[in-house]
C-alpha cells in the first residue's frame, strides 16, 4: 500500500502562483511513476502532469503545458506540481497518484494509477 496526501491548495487570483506537494508513504517512493490529475466541479477527472520513477520523464497536459511543471524528490517522497500564470479554469481537485506501471512519457488514465490522495481544492478567481 502506498499512501498519498497531497497539500498547498488555495485560493489564488488569476496570475497567480500555487505549489501542491504530495507526501507519500508506504512503499519505496521510486518505484512508483507519479502523476497529477484534477478534477472540476461538474466535470470529469482528467490528467495533468506525469512524472518518471527517477524525474527523467515527464508530460503535461495541453492546457497546462509551459504554466506546471512536475518534479520529484526521492529522498523525501515527494512529487511537486508549481503552476504559474494560474487561470479561473484551472480551479479544480488536485489529486496526486502513483502507478506501479513502467512509465516515462505520454497522458495517463485514471485506470492506469494505483493509489490515489485525497485531493486539494485550488481556487483561481478572476
Known amino acids: 500500500q502506498v499512501q498519498l496526501v497531497e497539500s498547498g491548495g488555495g485560493l489564488v487570483q488569476a496570475g497567480g502562483s500555487l505549489r501542491l506537494s504530495c507526501a507519500a508513504s508506504g512503499r519505496t517512493f521510486s518505484n512508483y511513476a507519479m502523476a497529477w490529475f484534477r478534477q472540476a466541479a461538474g466535470k470529469e477527472r482528467e490528467f495533468v502532469a506525469g512524472?518518471?520513477?527517477?524525474?527523467?520523464?515527464?508530460y503535461y497536459a495541453d492546457s497546462v503545458k509551459r504554466r506546471f511543471t512536475i518534479s520529484r524528490d526521492n529522498a523525501k517522497n515527494t512529487v511537486y506540481l508549481q503552476m504559474n500564470s494560474l487561470k479561473p479554469e484551472d480551479t479544480a481537485v488536485y489529486y496526486c497518484a502513483a502507478t506501479q506501471r513502467s512509465y516515462y512519457f505520454g497522458p495517463l488514465s485514471m485506470n492506469d494509477m494505483d493509489y490515489w490522495g485525497k485531493g486539494t481544492l485550488v481556487t483561481v478567481s478572476s
Open positions: 512524472i518518471s520513477r527517477r524525474g527523467g520523464g515527464t
